[in-house]
């Protein structure tokens, strides 16, 4: 009958989240869209905010959108403290979590109430799963941003370059962004991989393009001509050239750092390789890469895209799939599909 996965999409607002069974019409499967990990914890933070109360963080490193709720705390005249582990997520450099005016301590301070970090809460989803009456996974399967943490360098610079060892090195295969061992650097996925007992991961941005391919259509297309997958999410968007089960580009920009015209002429240039990487980095965004372009995928014309903002291409020369008939769970079916593509390799 094959395994039963719980799929989350870790957002910094919400959290996407599919009970996938393979023996059940994709219709059938549940379906929730929940605050996220930072939205909840956050609240808490905000509830011992207005008792005055000071907080000591541990556990993980997890989504920054938990940040702002800590900085309320500190600007209330409130003490924070924090493990290491925990401080990290609101910062890769421990300097910087001192300097905000957090104390680091392995241990709950005298009067401190003690606030746990963390993606996911195997206690909170076992009560969950059982007041719904549904049944504990087989596995799990998340997906989360993560910049990776690249010191000494630009987290833009950083990130990009994990793109040129995948298409570079790991010969751009789709199902390779779904990480039974995510890349050193990529510290909240380990984190995260940790929470989910040992399940696959990936990037948020990754799972999403990649959910178009679950769509029958665009992956068949894909085999035959280049096609060009678009994920513009609230704050990044991300592009990838796709043919013949290769990807071969990669286009990362900010959502709010391009206008709709400009994201449309850098998906123009990006489609015939002559976007330079600069260029898109002094535009603020992470960069662009291609390799070289086969004729065959006849210049990338199919256009896909997903995503909360994908109204940005509206009006233009462009397909708006909804992978599984819901487009806001597009990171889970990307991850079954990731997943998918490799159980299909080993074989």
Excluded at 48 to 63: C, T
Excluded at 187 to 208: E, M, N, Y
Excluded at 228 to 237: A, D, K, P, R, Y
Excluded at 286 to 309: Q, S, W, Y
């Amino acid at each position: 009958m094959g395994k039963t996965t719980l799929c989350l999409d870790i957002g910094s607002g919400t959290q996407d989240v599919l009970l996938y069974s393979p023996a059940r019409e994709i219709e059938n499967c549940p379906k929730f869209v929940i605050p996220s990990p930072a939205l909840q914890i956050g609240h808490r933070i905000d509830a011992l905010r207005l008792q005055g109360r000071n907080i000591w963080l541990y556990d993980r490193n997890m989504g920054g959108g938990v940040t702002r709720f800590i900085r309320s705390h500190l600007k209330a005249g409130l003490k924070v403290a924090a493990s290491r582990s925990a401080a990290y997520t609101m910062a890769d450099d421990i300097t910087r979590v001192k300097d905000m005016g957090i104390e680091l301590t392995e241990t709950c301070p005298v009067g401190f109430k003690a606030v746990r970090l963390t993606d996911f809460d195997e206690s909170w989803w076992r009560t969950f799963l059982e007041v719904a009456e549904l049944p504990w996974p087989d596995r799990i399967a998340a997906c989360a941003q993560d910049h990776g943490f690249h010191p000494g360098e630009s987290n833009r610079r950083g990130r990009f370059s994990l793109w040129k060892t995948f298409l570079n090195e790991g010969e751009g295969r789709p199902e390779s962004l779904i990480y039974t061992k995510p890349p050193e650097m990529m510290t909240r996925l380990h984190d995260v991989q940790q929470d989910i007992l040992g399940g696959v991961v990936a990037d948020t941005g990754a799972a999403a393009v990649l959910s178009a391919l679950y769509v029958e259509e665009i992956e068949a297309l894909s085999n035959t001509t280049g096609i060009t997958l678009v994920n513009i999410g609230n704050s990044h968007l991300i592009a990838f050239l796709l043919f013949q089960g290769r990807i071969h580009g990669v286009y990362e920009q900010h959502t709010g750092c391009v206008t709709s015209e400009k994201l449309w002429e850098d998906l123009h240039q990006f489609k015939q390789g002559t976007l330079p990487f600069e260029q898109v980095f002094e535009d603020r965004g992470h960069g662009c890469l291609t390799c070289d372009l086969p004729k065959k995928a006849n210049g990338f014309g199919p256009t896909f895209v997903l995503g909360p903002r994908r109204g940005m291409l509206k009006g233009y020369d462009v397909s708006f799939p909804a992978p599984g008939g819901d487009m806001m769970l597009a990171g889970c079916f990307g991850l079954i599909k990731g997943m998918e593509l490799a159980t299909k390799m080993k074989k």
